[in-house]
């Protein structure tokens, strides 16, 4: 025998009433998600590129070192990026800089190697 709903059961029925009806008439507004994501996307990559500016690793490649000379990035517990030729060395005051002719590419500044960092 079925048990007759109660006032909680209806209450929920008529959530789910509203729910549906609140989907079907969101159809056109289905892209405002999208823009949101994109908005999103575009204050994270203006964050990044300040805290770059401040000198901390924002995480979107691997950690380099030089295999020609030697010089390796470190990533300090408060986040800055450091060189160093040892592991808890002191900084360098060099850093890695950006290829002119490719953003994948970064340019030792002790040598002048060319390395290309696993971006993630
Ligand atoms: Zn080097």
Same mark, same amino acid.
């Given at each position: ?54 000198? +901390? ?6 950690? +380099?070192?030089?295999?020609? /000379? ?13 060189? /160093?030729?040892? +592991? ?18 970064? +340019? /030792?500044?002790? /040598? ?9």
């Amino acid at each position: 025998m079925k048990k007759p709903p109660t006032d909680n059961s209806a209450s929920v029925h008529k959530e789910m009433r509203v729910f549906r009806r609140s989907r079907r008439s969101s159809k056109p507004a289905a892209k405002a998600p999208l823009d949101s994501l994109v908005a999103m996307a575009g204050q994270l990559a203006k964050l990044q590129g300040e805290a770059r500016k401040l000198g +901390i690793f924002v995480g979107d490649r691997e950690l +380099i070192a030089c295999p020609t /000379c030697g010089l390796m990035e470190d990533e300090l517990v408060d986040g800055r990026l450091v060189t /160093c030729h040892e +592991i808890g060395g002191p900084d360098t005051g060099m850093r890695f800089a950006a290829h002119p002719r490719g953003e994948d590419k970064l +340019i /030792c500044p002790e /040598c002048g190697t060319v390395l290309r960092p696993q971006w993630l």
